[in-house]
Structure formats: C-alpha cells, structure tokens
C-alpha cells in the first residue's frame, strides 16, 4: 500500500520528539552528587585513642579518608597555611590555620617491619623516617609509630571520645571541650592530618600499657630522639617552653617532618614551627 510522504514526514517528526525528550531525562542520584563511600580507610585504633590522664594527645590531630574520590569537593580550594612558602613540608596547621581540605594525596603504608601496621604517611618523607627509626634502633632503641595520618572523621571521633569522657566525670561541655583542646585538636585544626605527624613510643613502653605520657620524656629513648630527629628532617612539635604559642600542651611523643635543612635550622635555634615560619615571612 502506498503512502504519501506527508504521512511518513510526520511519524519521523514524531519520532525525533520522542527521542529528545527522552534523552533530556536525568538519572537519579543522591542530593551530594558523590557517587563513593565516605567511610574511613583508616580504621581506629583503640591504641591512639588511649591517652593518660597525665596527658592526652593533639592525640592529636586526624586522618582522612586516603582515598575518597570525591568528585563533588571544591577543586579550587586550598589549605590554609602560615608559611608564605610553597614548601609543602612547611605546612602549618593550627588552631588559627585550619584544613580546607584532606591531605591524602601523597600518602603511603608504611612499612609493617618499621612501624606498626596500617599507618599511612607521606611518602616523600618516609624515607627519613624509616632512616630514623634504624638509627634509633642501631642506638638500642626499638621505637613504636602510636600513630600517624589521620582523616577529618577519625579526628573527630577522637575529640569527641574525649569530650565525652570528660563530661562524664561531671564536666560540662564547654569545660569537656576546653580539656580535650589541650591536648587534642579539633578536627581540620591537627597535624596528623597532614600525614607529616607521627607520636611515637617504643616497644617496650606500650608492652608496659603506660600510653602517652609526659613521662615519656624520661626514656633514653625519647632523649635520643629529641637529640638526633632533626637529622632527619623531624622535629619535637609541641616543646615544653612554647605551650604559649602552639597552644598545645607539651608533647614529648609527637614529632613533625619539616626536612632536614628546616629541622636543624628549629633545633639550632630552639624555636617552634609557629615562630620558624613568621622568621621566614
């Protein structure tokens, strides 16, 4: 049967309308528009969030998801830092230079036979410490990684560990959260975000459960290290003398990678990152 082409002109228009408005239609998707799990890669571990009530840590200072993927987050945005450097072993992060972002883009496991399991850092710092740590040793040392990068959401789990410890024995919130700031940073706020930071112990002092203490400081071990990490590019964070202006409470487990030319010109001049970083602007 023949058909005019008016008739076959129209169905084709008819056609290419209902192709269009179907390709116009948007799958569904979540409201964050994030197609991956924010779930943490790193696991907690219980060791970190034990703190001696002689002390408590910038237990410090949180971890991230290594590899979230977010493809939503802001590329643009940067993390805040006090160094008018672009060394990136100069980051400074602080209560007043807060994290935009997570850190994780450089980060590694370190190795089980030198640290302890599961702790990631950043690997063009690695060697170092893997450096340090052996020479530690070679000194009659067995030194312990406590702990090392830790996301914007463990951070938090910590801080809020704490504050909710501290609210239990009769504290309220706001004095909950002025103890836990001692020594714990609020989330975006720690270096252990950077996966710069690492507390550390020794074998011997976590086989004896006593945590992290100022009585670490006591150890041959925690002397060797604030007499020689600076030849590795490591530096004691969080000094007795300079409470005032890190405004963290003394720290004699948390050492911070800054690079060997930095970490001797701190220890020459007895002088925190903080007062290091305003001398270079």
């Known amino acids: 049967m023949f058909r005019s082409p008016s008739k076959k002109i129209s169905a084709v228009l008819v056609l290419t309308a209902l192709i269009t408005a179907l390709s116009s239609c948007s799958p569904v998707s979540d409201q964050s528009g994030s197609t991956v799990s924010k779930?943490?890669?790193?696991?907690?571990?219980?060791?970190?969030?034990?703190?001696?009530?002689?002390?408590?840590?910038?237990?410090?200072?949180?971890?991230?998801?290594?590899?979230?993927?977010?493809?939503?987050?802001?590329?643009?945005?940067?993390?805040?830092?006090?160094?008018?450097?672009?060394?990136?072993?100069?980051?400074?992060?602080?209560?007043?230079?807060?994290?935009?972002?997570?850190?994780?883009?450089?980060?590694?496991?370190?190795?089980?036979?030198?640290?302890?399991?599961?702790?990631?850092?950043?690997?063009?710092?690695?060697?170092?410490?893997?450096?340090?740590?052996?020479?530690?040793?070679a000194a009659g040392h067995n030194l312990y990684s406590r702990s090392t990068y830790r996301t914007f959401g463990l951070q938090q789990t910590y801080?809020?560990?704490?504050?909710?410890?501290?609210?239990?024995?009769?504290?309220t919130r706001a004095e909950a959260e002025k103890k836990t700031e001692e020594y714990t940073a609020r989330p975006k706020t720690s270096e252990h975000h950077t996966g710069l930071a690492i507390d550390i112990t020794t074998d011997e002092?976590?086989?004896?459960?006593?945590?992290?203490?100022?009585?670490?400081?006591?150890?041959?071990?925690?002397?060797?290290?604030?007499?020689?990490?600076?030849?590795?590019?490591?530096?004691?964070?969080?000094?007795?003398?300079?409470e005032s202006i890190t405004k963290i409470k003394y720290e004699p487990w948390h050492f911070r990678y800054v690079g060997v030319e930095h970490a001797t010109k701190i220890y020459n001049q007895g002088i925190c990152l903080e007062e290091y970083i305003d001398s270079l602007e």
């Open 205 to 242: 002092w976590e086989s004896a459960g006593k945590g992290l203490s100022i009585f670490f400081e006591n150890t041959d071990a925690c002397k060797w290290l604030k007499a020689n990490a600076h030849k590795y590019g490591f530096i004691l964070r969080y000094p007795k003398e300079k």
């Open 159 to 171: 801080y809020d560990a704490h504050v909710n410890k501290y609210m239990k024995q009769g504290m």
């Open 39 to 137: 779930s943490a890669t790193n696991q907690i571990d219980s060791s970190d969030l034990s703190v001696s009530d002689a002390t408590s840590s910038d237990t410090a200072v949180s971890s991230k998801n290594v590899s979230s993927g977010n493809s939503s987050s802001d590329s643009s945005a940067k993390p805040a830092s006090g160094s008018l450097t672009d060394d990136w072993n100069l980051i400074l992060v602080n209560l007043d230079h807060p994290l935009t972002e997570e850190q994780d883009d450089n980060l590694i496991d370190l190795k089980v036979a030198k640290v302890a399991k599961g702790k990631k850092f950043d690997k063009r710092a690695a060697q170092d410490l893997y450096d340090m740590f052996d020479a530690a040793k």
